[in-house]
């Protein structure tokens, strides 16, 4: 059966302030994020690709084979089209030199976030999936999630405080 791309908003050009959920899964759902190194050079990659494209990166976390992040664009022209193949083409090109295989697989899924969706909500989710995959007890306790713009602990408080509205 051919690969099908997972479908994109038609009316919707993916640029500006937007919110989005990203989940982008690893090549044949290979384990590739089970050790520090190579969770260490997507990471990177991610930082500078979002640093480069104007995103803000409020969570991510590397699970063994597929990566959640919630993004923010920072500017009228941030493009999320452009940030994700950027990103995906830049961790590719270390992750092949370093294993000698690819990492991804084609396309990716995303969530365009409403303006009455709690971000926080979101990050939630994303911090609690390796607990729901039965990989830690605590979202503290996984090594592979984190935020480019708070420390983790101040984005599992906000993640704490948001629930306690809820």
Request: aromatic content about 14%; hydrophobic content about 40%.
């Amino acid at each position: 059966m051919p690969f099908k791309l997972a479908p994109r908003l038609k009316s919707f050009d993916y640029t500006g302030f937007n919110r989005y959920f990203l989940t982008i899964c690893t090549l044949d759902r290979h384990r590739a994020f089970v050790e520090q190194n190579a969770v260490g050079d997507v990471v990177s990659q991610l930082s500078q690709t979002s640093e480069r494209e104007s995103f803000s990166v409020l969570a991510y976390c590397l699970m063994p084979d597929h990566f959640h992040a919630l993004i923010e664009g920072e500017r009228a022209d941030a493009n999320l089209q452009r940030f994700v193949r950027l990103f995906k083409q830049r961790s590719s090109f270390y992750w092949k030199r370093r294993s000698g295989a690819p990492l991804w697989q084609r396309g990716y899924f995303e969530h365009v976030l409403r303006a009455e969706e709690d971000t926080f909500d979101v990050a939630r989710y994303i911090l609690d999936n390796p607990v729901r995959a039965g990989l830690v007890s605590r979202p503290e306790d996984y090594p592979f999630l984190g935020s480019l713009t708070m420390t983790v602990r101040d984005l599992l408080y906000s993640v704490q405080i948001s629930n306690r509205r809820t």
